[in-house]
């Protein structure tokens, strides 16, 4: 039988690479260096896309592809896919919620701790002598006790707030509607009314069209001086212009980010700021989680092609 012709929009891990290659004929877009002609000449053979999170499917390529049946994303975020056109043509769309969970909500709180405690600075401290020359490392602030903000209290926000339980913090939430499950936590609807109560806000949304910069400069004047934003969900939640501004009139105190608009390039501004704490959107890098996200990736599409239903369907 012909193994279907399907887009790989992004490299994965070697181990990924393997057998999706050996059940599927791969066309590399990320390797082309002349991406309309690539599309032009392999587009009409496509059947699938497999994508990463962050780099979705435009509606462009979709468009390219007219036998497209399924996009499959590494990624529990499908916001860089071009739904619209999706339903508009009835492809599929899969997406690996769940297995990365865990993962993304510890590299939150791991943000929290590093930069409350001040740990990469501390280090550089001891590494360049200074500790020996000068002294003791300046003082940072505590985490336990204090008051944490989870904006969107779904998979990712509920792993959050149930390990900042574990250093006795004060947890609120906003969300679309009060969640049963957040048993001791306080509801707040507004944004801002949640950033005012918080020393620590959390970023934990689901990206769409409706969240785009529903963290604004009221948000963030809310936060205020003595607050730290941390976002590990999508850059599109956070008005980042008013975000560096923040950051440099110290309006705002701290800032922990794995994710950027443009990522990987980031606006320098964010290089020149002492109280930020930048990461290359690794939250579901590790071994463990990304091997089971590529497995779902697969399983997605090998169970697409054999008329099984979706593990993981969106759309
Ligand atoms: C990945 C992600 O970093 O889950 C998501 O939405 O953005 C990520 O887990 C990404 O898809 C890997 O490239």
Same mark, same amino acid.
């Given at each position: 039988?012909?193994?279907?012709?399907?887009?790989?929009?992004?490299?994965?891990?070697?181990?990924?690479?393997?057998?999706?290659?050996?059940?599927?004929?791969?066309?590399?877009?990320?390797?082309?260096?002349?991406?309309?002609?690539?599309?032009?000449?392999?587009?009409?053979?496509?059947?699938?896309?497999?994508?990463?999170?962050?780099?979705?499917?435009?509606?462009? %390529?979709?468009? +390219?592809?007219?036998?497209?049946?399924?996009?499959? !994303?590494?990624?529990?975020?499908? *916001? &860089?896919?071009?739904? =619209?056109?999706?339903?508009?043509?009835?492809?599929?769309?899969?997406?690996?919620?769940?297995?990365?969970?865990?993962?993304?909500?510890?590299?939150?709180?791991?943000?929290?701790?590093?930069?409350?405690?001040?740990?990469?600075?501390?280090?550089?401290?001891?590494?360049?002598?200074?500790?020996?020359?000068?002294?003791?490392?300046?003082?940072?602030?505590?985490?336990?006790?204090?008051?944490?903000?989870?904006?969107?209290?779904?998979?990712?926000?509920?792993?959050?707030?149930?390990?900042?339980?574990?250093?006795?913090?004060?947890?609120?939430?906003?969300?679309?509607?009060?969640?049963?499950?957040?048993?001791?936590?306080?509801?707040?609807?507004?944004?801002?009314?949640?950033?005012?109560?918080?020393?620590?806000?959390? %970023?934990?949304? +689901?990206?769409?069209?409706?969240?785009?910069?529903? !963290?604004?400069?009221?948000?963030? *004047? &809310?936060?205020?001086? =003595?607050?730290?934003?941390?976002?590990?969900?999508?850059?599109?939640?956070?008005?980042?212009?008013?975000?560096?501004?923040?950051?440099?009139?110290?309006?705002?105190?701290?800032?922990?980010?794995?994710?950027?608009?443009?990522?990987?390039?980031?606006?320098?501004?964010?290089?020149?700021?002492?109280?930020?704490?930048?990461?290359?959107?690794?939250?579901?890098?590790?071994?463990?989680?990304?091997?089971?996200?590529?497995?779902?990736?697969?399983?997605?599409?090998?169970?697409?092609?054999?008329?099984?239903?979706?593990?993981?369907?969106?759309?």
């Amino acid at each position: 039988m012909m193994k279907p012709t399907i887009l790989q929009m992004g490299a994965y891990p070697d181990w990924d690479e393997a057998p999706l290659n050996q059940s599927y004929d791969v066309r590399r877009y990320f390797e082309a260096p002349d991406k309309a002609a690539f599309l032009a000449d392999c587009g009409p053979d496509i059947r699938a896309i497999a994508t990463r999170g962050e780099l979705g499917a435009s509606a462009e %390529v979709i468009a +390219a592809c007219p036998k497209l049946e399924i996009v499959s !994303v590494y990624g529990v975020g499908y *916001d &860089a896919v071009d739904l =619209e056109a999706c339903r508009a043509r009835g492809v599929r769309v899969t997406n690996t919620p769940d297995v990365l969970t865990g993962d993304v909500a510890d590299l939150g709180v791991a943000m929290m701790l590093a930069l409350s405690r001040g740990v990469v600075g501390a280090e550089a401290w001891v590494r360049s002598g200074e500790w020996a020359d000068k002294g003791n490392y300046p003082l940072q602030r505590r985490v336990w006790g204090r008051r944490a903000g989870i904006l969107g209290l779904g998979r990712i926000g509920f792993e959050v707030a149930k390990r900042l339980q574990g250093f006795g913090m004060e947890i609120a939430y906003s969300d679309i509607a009060e969640k049963p499950y957040a048993d001791g936590w306080s509801f707040v609807t507004d944004p801002v009314d949640l950033a005012e109560r918080s020393d620590f806000l959390f %970023v934990t949304l +689901a990206a769409s069209a409706g969240t785009r910069h529903i !963290v604004n400069r009221a948000v963030l *004047d &809310a936060l205020g001086p =003595e607050g730290t934003l941390i976002n590990v969900s999508r850059a599109s939640n956070i008005d980042e212009a008013a975000l560096i501004e923040a950051l440099q009139d110290k309006r705002l105190g701290a800032a922990a980010l794995d994710v950027f608009e443009g990522e990987p390039s980031i606006d320098p501004r964010f290089l020149a700021l002492p109280n930020v704490l930048l990461q290359p959107h690794q939250a579901s890098g590790t071994v463990e989680t990304r091997k089971a996200m590529g497995a779902l990736v697969r399983k997605n599409l090998d169970a697409h092609f054999a008329g099984d239903a979706l593990p993981t369907p969106v759309l």
